[in-house]
């Protein structure tokens, strides 16, 4: 193995130094502790275990959390009740439904009830335009931290090929929009995207969002390219019965092709809660119309 390692549980354990240092000169000057709001409708278990995470490093932080899990045949008019109610709290300054909301509720609808000011996770119509046309909003925070560690590690991006493999409305596309706002050339890949191993090739960085394990190969990757690898997927682990977690990239040739890589676990994964309690201590400023350097965080 040749890449360097891009450690974002480190990064993501620093992140959260200083939104709790922040988080407690807001609390003095404000009066009141910054807060986030989690809905969590119904009792899937992977976004149970996500909310309680959130819950807790929230709380680890120095800010206010407000939990609100409601039954999985809750009407969507009740549901855009407690976002309003939400909205209208000044204690709240951000606000996060947790995806994928029951079949029966319309999810563009849920998120548009949000104040795009409280918009945390940046999924917002307005927000979206916000990004696209660079103005200050709230940018998703699986994005936003890929882009936190690729400045940590390469310093300005400006000029260099990248390419985004995926494009969702929640990673590809906002990941997309941030590499242009660091001048880079950007190509977006997805699943009718000809050649991918010869798209993938021209990159100095890749980031691969797209959910098939281990799809990307050490061949398709520049020497020396920064990897980031987006992808969470559980596969059959060695011992029966037991499973893996494993990213969209092949770690085992890709790292001895590539310059710097994220792991997976450890890598991308970390830093989207990290980056969600930054977004909400910059609400919580906004809100309250306090000073706060966003870009030093
Ligand atoms: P998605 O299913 O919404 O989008 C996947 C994208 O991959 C699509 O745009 C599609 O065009 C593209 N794609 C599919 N097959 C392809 C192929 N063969 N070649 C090229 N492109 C192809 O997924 P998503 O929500 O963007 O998530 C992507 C991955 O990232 C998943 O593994 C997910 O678990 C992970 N994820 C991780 C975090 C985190 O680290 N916190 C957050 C969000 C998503």
């Known amino acids: 193995m040749s890449a ?68 999985a045949d809750t009407s969507e008019a009740d549901l855009l009740a407690v976002v309003e109610a939400l909205n209208a709290d ?13 079949g029966h509720m319309n999810e563009q609808k849920v998120i548009a009830a949000i104040n795009p000011d409280k918009d945390v996770d940046g999924f917002h119509v307005v927000n979206v335009g916000r990004l696209s046309t660079g103005l200050p909003g709230f940018v998703p925070c699986t994005p936003l931290g890929c882009v936190m560690l690729l400045k940590d590690k390469l310093g300005s991006l400006e000029g260099l090929d990248a390419v985004v493999i995926g494009r969702s409305n929640i990673v590809g596309k906002p990941m997309a929009q941030l590499l242009i706002a660091e001048s880079c050339t950007v190509t977006v890949a997805h699943s009718r995207t000809k050649d991918l191993p010869e798209v993938v090739r021209r990159a100095d960085i890749v980031v691969a969002a797209v959910g098939r394990p281990e799809m990307v190969k050490g061949e398709w990757i520049k020497p020396g390219a920064t990897v980031i690898d987006v992808g969470i997927n559980r596969v059959p682990g060695t011992q ?46 906004r809100n309250e119309g306090l000073a706060l350097d966003e870009s030093a965080i």
């Open 90 to 102: 000044p204690a709240v300054d951000g606000i996060l439904v947790q995806l994928p909301l029951p």
């Open 4 to 71: 360097a390692i891009i450690d974002g549980k480190a990064f993501a354990e620093g992140l959260r130094a200083r939104i709790a240092t922040h988080a407690g000169e807001f609390a003095a000057k404000a009066g009141r502790k910054a807060g986030l709001a989690v809905v969590l409708v119904g009792e899937d278990p992977a976004s149970q275990v996500y909310v309680r995470n959130k819950g807790k490093q929230t709380i680890a932080c120095g800010m206010e959390s407000f939990e609100h899990k409601l039954a």
């Open 240 to 285: 029966e019965g037991k499973s893996r977690l494993v990213g969209d990239v092949d770690f085992a040739s890709a790292s001895a092709v590539a310059g710097a890589i994220t792991p997976v676990p450890g890598g991308v994964g970390p830093m989207t809660i990290a980056v969600l309690l930054r977004n909400t201590i910059v609400a919580a400023h």
